[in-house]
């Protein structure tokens, strides 16, 4: 076993004083006013967090979006058919069951490569196939 996961484990075994110790030791801030089971899903958090094992990369940047408030992008689908003209030619790109991004029956990687192959400059696919908005103002 890890040591991340032997920390996780001990958490099962801690009263809510050690919990709340774990906390202050992990955060450098007095715990919060909760429940055992909450202190204890908040430490198992923070250790993942500290483990490198945090949030994926992808909600990170959903998250960070969300905050700034400036742009919204929609999520691929499976099934999704998106096209975009440029230099006189539509382009359509499809989206398998799991997520595959397909054009010119080739399977890319990112909807930012395929976009680099079309223009032959660096774009934000999901910029450049009409996926990320402006947010409105509220």
């Known amino acids: 076993m890890t040591e991340f996961s032997d920390d996780l484990a001990a958490l099962a075994a801690m009263d809510k004083p050690a919990l709340g110790n774990r906390w202050a030791k992990l955060t450098g801030r007095s715990f919060p006013k909760a429940s055992a089971q909450m202190l204890r899903l908040a430490v198992a958090y923070e250790l993942q967090s500290k483990s490198g094992r ?5 909600i990170r940047q959903r998250l960070d979006q969300a905050a700034s408030g400036k742009t919204i992008t929609q999520d691929l689908r499976p099934g999704m ?13 499809a989206i398998g069951e799991a997520g595959e991004i397909f054009w010119n029956e080739r399977h890319w990687r990112s909807l ?5 192959a079309i223009t032959g400059t660096r774009w934000s696919g999901p910029a450049f196939f009409g996926l990320k908005t402006k947010a409105r103002a509220t």
Do not use: D, F, Q, T
């Not at 058919?81 to 790109?93: F, M, N």
């Not at 930012?112 to 680099?116: K, L, Q």
């Open 54 to 58: 945090g949030l994926p990369r992808k």
């Open 112 to 116: 930012s490569e395929v976009a680099r």
């Open 81 to 93: 058919r998106l096209a975009r003209e440029y230099g006189g030619k539509l382009h359509v790109i």
